[in-house]
């Protein structure tokens, strides 16, 4: 008795492990390759559970089928149509869309295809570039650039033997001399910048001597003429003056000059200690000597 179950429970699991070796799952995101013998049997393209022969008669292998995308890893220099090294980073986008002629003519696997494609978009940018300048390379012609890349890339795989892959997009994500080079080009933008700094600067320095200059100028012509207003004024003034007061002592001769000698008198003995050495008989004391006869005649009267 408990052999015979002991003989359907192995019977069971063997059963159960030969049903699971025939059904296999398709995801979604991946092909399912069925291969017989080593050869490919069938290729299921729709997700699902799908069923198969045990092995060693068949067995199965899933690829990708999504859009992959293929970094650029080589950072040898590349010449341009006037014998520049350049460096440029690149990324393709691709996917595998014939299974069967993806396996026979490059992999079983999606690194087989990577390999591969960068060998062969490298070779079309080395080509391209090549009849491409810098200026070219960074301007809008780049775009042109990379369809021709992209073509190129296209009639490779899709030639005589097709890969079974689609390239989508092939893209410049960086594009630049090689170290030594940009180096160089550093050093020439500098100096180009400091020659234009110093320039700017000696521009400066002349237009602020010109603007000190014309300063200056104004400053003089505004003083001369503020001078002259003043001379002017000053002269009007004193003939008004030298008038009044010729008007006033007009009216009485006598009192203008004991007037002007009381002034000079004023003026010589300013101070104290001042020492003059005068004859007394000169006109100089008249106003005195007036004085004197005049408060003397009444004395003998």
């Known amino acids: 008795m408990n052999s015979k179950i002991g003989f359907y429970i192995s019977s ?58 293929l970094d650029n890893a080589d950072t040898e220099p590349m010449l341009t149509a006037e014998k520049q090294r350049v460096v ?16 026979r003519n490059v992999g079983l696997d999606e690194s087989a295809g990577a390999i591969q494609l960068a060998r062969v978009v490298r070779n079309a940018f080395q080509e391209e570039i090549n009849k491409r300048t810098v200026k070219e390379l960074l301007s809008l012609k780049r775009e042109a650039l990379l369809e021709d890349v992209k073509r190129e890339v296209l009639a490779a795989v899709k030639g005589a033997k097709p890969w079974g892959v689609d390239v989508v997009d092939v ?10 080079i940009t180096e160089s080009v550093y050093r020439r933008m500098e100096a180009e910048r400091k020659r234009v700094a110093n320039e700017l600067r000696s521009t400066g320095a002349a237009e602020g001597e010109k603007i000190r200059a014309d300063a200056d100028r104004q400053r003089e012509v505004t003083v ?69 006869a005049s408060s003397a005649a009444p004395a003998k009267k």
């Not at 995101?29 to 045990?54: A, C, H, M, W």
């Not at 893209?171 to 030594?180: F, H």
């Not at 050495?277 to 004085?291: I, L, Q, Y």
């Open 12 to 69: 069971a699991l063997v059963g159960l492990a030969l049903i699971s070796s025939m059904l296999f799952v398709v995801d979604q995101r991946q092909f399912g390759v069925v291969y017989s013998l080593g050869q490919i049997k069938d290729v299921i393209t729709e997700p699902g559970l799908n069923v198969k022969l045990p092995p060693p008669f068949q067995n199965v292998t899933y690829i990708d089928k999504r859009l992959l995308t």
């Open 88 to 103: 440029i980073d690149w990324y393709a986008r691709w996917r595998i869309t014939d299974p069967s002629e993806y396996i």
């Open 171 to 180: 893209r410049i994500t960086r594009a630049d001399y090689v170290d030594a």
């Open 224 to 292: 001369a003429n503020a001078y002259r207003e003043a001379q002017k004024i000053k002269g009007e003034g004193d003939a008004q003056a030298a008038q009044i007061y010729a008007e006033s002592f007009g009216r009485d001769a006598q009192f203008a000059q004991f007037y002007r000698s009381l002034e000079a008198y004023k003026t010589t003995f300013s101070k104290k200690s001042d020492v003059m050495v005068v004859d007394p008989s000169t006109d100089f004391f008249k106003a005195f000597r007036g004085s004197g």
